[in-house]
């Protein structure tokens, strides 16, 4: 993780650094831009709880200062479902990988997002499977190698950003890690927001995605990622066809979407107060 | 008294063992579980969810135990096995939970409505790695109901996911029991402070404002770090803490019941509802003279050696039916060998033993047993 | 009192074709025999079975706690399609009671089996998927393996409100026809 200042320091553990990420990895200031989110919030440390799944983005609730939850490949967003069920007043901020959100937790992920309940999703995308070094995630872009597509990928990428939108999440963004104004801004917004949020970012994993596709060291990837996204708030569908096209193409950027929608929890405790139980009170 | 089906003893069984959390994935035999849960949860203050698969159920139940919430799932065979992943997780990382398998004929589809015991070894070892278990079984509604509220118990004082294991005949049967009043949801104690290490032999505490619990199913040690020298170890002394904890306690855990095995020269060794066909068949063998016992087991894991030993050592036989090719039989030969010999009686093609067919296995095993020969019966 | 319905355990199996309402009327009897203070386990057949082909449910009764809890061979069978016929109608006790529709064409050659209009009956009624509760009120007059009033109770208790009242015309005309059928031989 970059320097923090002292600021930031009380939100973090120091007798957990350094981190595992590798020296130029992105994750890093997704990391620092959760701390400056929950900052800018003056959130109640007692009060949130991170979790993540497997993988280098699952890591992320070893750095932070709250009660945290490192669980399984692919399934955080279930064990984050009965966490914010039992204790709702709980902030919960969940940091996925795109192996463990869009593949091995798809299902998980859709259903989440389709209940409308209260949970933060902070998805780290570096188009691979980092920990287990470097094989082809559903975010590869088509062409693009990896340890199991040496020859390029034959697939088409999936995009998180159009899954989410789908599925019924209510609010839905893209940043990079190029971007660091708006990674803290969305995540704000999204631990603001009452219902399955999600904030895509795009991060750069040099050790594998950059040397295997040849694309320099981190900050000749910022620039990459720099270039090769548009600001672009609104509807996607125009965006995604050039994505998959485009190789890593030109993503959209930005806020997707916005909505109140009824959330899970405040409905399950709709339905206890109808039922003559006392859920939530 | 009123006349409870199998799977609704569970629900007031889990009530009254102040379970206040459901999460579940619809799966025959075990459906109306979750349908008795979701009608009485809400009006109770209690969560009722249905996810979206089995993996999800365990995991929004481990989630809630840290939540401060008392959780179970309910599932069969295919459900039981999508949910190993996460029997592991909260073995690894200690939380209590409660998993009640209906077990019906497999392996994969198998036979959805008809009874087996065939998931006896995966609630055993299901889960990669070495752990503590805790697996309970039994045979008439009343058990059920007696041995769910039990088993939340021992969730959290062992802190282990407790497994009971059902069969589809016992999920659906109805008995006419006596059930105590149903009582609000008990006011269940749970320390609040973080004055303790959050893993290891002391007691769960779920997050609160107070606490700074990192959870995880990476190997740990009793703070709940991950890295540094030393970690596997204290891996590993933290589980098998657990595991020997449960073992010094195997004289109140090991539950059993015994019937006129006093003057028994043989035993039938049985579980589950296999027992009650072997309790018949002691009826038909006391009538034709055979001095014959019933050592009826609930505690499956961990396997009660010492209560098996203790029977072995008075007679001359063993018989062990279950509706298995062939699984608990295997620790207990381990367990008396060399005192006695033991058969096995073994089917899995959907149907229940008749007590006329164990009667037979057992005067088979005597007259084998007379003429000097040991012997494996399989039906 | 040398008939097998007299014995204990008592063994009943109820069957007919899915959808006949063959566990509920299970469960009455379970129910019923509860209330004359007996032990009762009652088991079903159930999923897939439940709606094609052949259905069936079980009560064992007895003074004592049972142990083996299914029926191997019935002591009182109700049997309401020809295809439950032709899978239990052999699988009775010696000197077993059989009660069976008369729709069921092969019923009627074996000693112990009434033949009854039990479905045609519930249709008198105007609703055919009462016979089970006919079948049951014949089984009752003629057998007596439950108190006649907690058969009545068991219905109130277990039959959604909606049918009680069709489901307690069914079993008094079932009744009438087993009181029939047991003083004429």
Redesign the interface.
Same mark, same amino acid.
């Given at each position: 993780m970059p320097e923090v200042g002292e600021d930031l320091k009380r939100y973090l553990r120091s007798e957990m650094m350094p981190t595992v990420w590798c020296p130029g990895c992105g994750h890093g200031n997704i990391a620092r831009s959760i701390a400056t989110a929950l900052d800018r919030l003056e959130m109640d440390l007692g009060q949130v709880a991170i979790l993540g799944g497997i993988g280098c983005s699952g890591r992320t609730p070893f750095y932070f200062n709250t009660n945290a939850m490192h669980t399984t490949h692919g399934r955080v967003l279930a064990f984050a479902t009965g966490l914010k069920l039992a204790n709702p007043r709980l902030t919960i901020i969940v940091a996925m990988g795109d192996g463990d959100a869009l593949a091995i937790g798809a299902g998980h992920f859709v259903h989440a997002a389709r209940r409308n309940i209260d949970l933060t999703v902070i998805l780290y995308n570096n188009n691979i499977y980092g920990m287990t070094g470097g094989q082809q995630a559903p975010t590869t872009p088509f062409s693009f190698r990896s340890t199991t597509s040496p020859f390029g990928s034959i697939e088409p990428a999936f995009d998180a950003v159009d899954l989410a939108l789908a599925a019924g999440a209510t609010y839905v963004a893209r940043t990079t890690t190029f971007d660091f104004a708006e990674m803290p801004e969305f995540i704000s917004e999204a631990i603001r927001h009452p219902g399955f949020a999600m904030v895509e970012i795009l991060s750069q994993c040099p050790t594998y995605f950059g040397r295997l596709n040849k694309l320099g060291d981190a900050p000749d990837m910022l620039e990459y990622e720099r270039d090769h996204t548009i600001a672009a708030e609104g509807s996607t569908t125009q965006a995604v066809e050039i994505t998959r096209q485009d190789l890593l193409g030109t993503l959209p950027v930005g806020v997707f979407r916005r909505e109140i929608r009824p959330e899970y929890v405040h409905q399950y405790a709709a339905l206890s107060r109808a039922r003559g139980g006392n859920y939530g009170e | 008294?009123r006349?409870v089906q199998g799977n609704e003893a569970v629900v007031w069984g889990a009530l009254a063992g102040g379970c206040n959390?459901y999460?579940g994935y619809p799966i025959?035999?075990a459906t109306e579980i979750m349908e008795y849960m979701a009608r009485l949860?809400?009006?109770?203050?209690?969560?009722f #969810?249905q996810? +979206?698969?089995e993996?999800?159920?365990l995991?929004?139940?481990?989630?809630?135990?840290?939540?401060?919430?008392r959780?179970m799932t309910a599932t069969s065979g295919p459900g039981f096995s999508l949910m190993q992943? %996460?029997i592991g997780?909260a073995a690894m990382s200690q939380t209590p939970c409660v998993v009640v398998d209906s077990q019906r004929v497999g392996p994969s589809t198998g036979q959805?409505?008809m009874p087996a015991q065939g998931d006896v070894m995966q609630a055993r070892w299901g889960a990669h790695g070495d752990r503590p278990a805790l697996v309970m079984t039994a045979s008439s509604v009343k058990d059920v109901y007696d041995t769910t509220r039990l088993g939340f118990e021992w969730a959290y004082a062992y802190r282990v996911p407790v497994i009971i294991l059902l069969d589809?005949?016992l999920s %659906?049967?109805? +008995?006419?029991i006596e059930l105590p009043a149903v009582a609000p949801s008990p006011e269940i104690s749970q320390p609040t402070g973080g004055m303790s290490p959050p893993f290891g032999p002391y007691p769960f505490v779920?997050?609160?404002?107070?606490?700074?619990? #990192?959870?995880?199913?990476?190997a740990h040690d009793e703070s709940g770090a991950?890295?540094g020298s030393g970690i596997g170890a204290a891996s590993e002394r933290i589980l098998q803490g657990a595991l020997r904890q449960i073992e010094k306690d195997a004289s109140r855990i090991a539950r059993c019941r015994t019937d006129r095995l006093e003057d028994a020269e043989w035993a039938i060794v049985s579980y589950g509802?296999t027992a009650?066909?072997a309790?018949?068949a002691i009826?038909l063998l006391r009538r034709d003279g055979v001095r014959v016992g019933l050592l009826e087991l609930h505690t499956l894991w961990p396997f009660p050696e010492h209560i098996v030993r203790e029977v072995a050592r008075k007679v001359r036989g063993m018989l062990m039916p279950e509706l298995n090719l062939g699984q608990l039989v295997l620790p207990l030969r381990s367990a008396v060998e060399g005192i006695c010999p033991v058969s096995a009686l073994g089917r899995a093609d959907g149907e229940?033993f008749?007590? +006329?067919a164990i009667a037979a296995a057992m005067t088979e095993e005597i007259q084998q047993i007379e003429v000097g020969g040991r012997v494996s019966h399989h039906a | 009192m040398n008939s097998a319905w007299h014995g204990d355990p008592l063994r009943v199996r109820l069957s007919g074709r899915g959808g006949q309402g063959i566990i509920l009327s299970g469960v009455v009897v379970a129910e019923a025999a509860m209330l004359d203070g007996k032990f009762v386990v009652h088991t079903q057949s159930y999923g897939p079975e439940a709606r094609l082909g052949a259905s069936k449910s079980e009560v064992v009764i007895s003074r004592r706690e049972i142990a083996f809890p299914e029926v191997v061979l019935a002591d009182v069978l109700l049997c309401l399609s020809s295809d439950a016929y032709q899978k239990y109608g052999g699988r009775v006790a010696p000197g077993a009671l059989s009660v069976i529709d008369d729709l069921v064409a092969e019923a009627g050659r074996t000693t112990g089996e009434v033949v009854l209009p039990l479905r045609r009956t519930a249709r008198e009624l105007g609703n055919e998927l009462s016979a089970n509760m006919v079948g049951l009120g014949a089984l009752i007059a003629i057998a007596g393996i439950v108190d006649p009033e907690h058969g009545r109770q068991a219905i109130r208790q277990w039959v959604k409100p909606e049918f009680r009242d069709v489901n307690l015309k069914a079993f008094e005309r079932g009744m009438e026809l087993g009181v029939a059928r047991a003083v004429a031989p």
């Open positions: - | 008294m006349l959390f999460a025959t035999p949860l809400p009006g109770r203050g209690g969560v #969810i996810m +979206e698969d993996l999800a159920a995991a929004a139940v481990i989630g809630a135990a840290w939540g401060g919430m959780g992943e %996460h997780y959805p409505t589809a005949v %659906h049967m109805r +008995e006419n779920p997050f609160s404002a107070a606490t700074r619990t #990192i959870v995880s199913g990476l991950t890295r509802i009650r066909a309790r018949s009826d229940l008749t007590p +006329e | -």
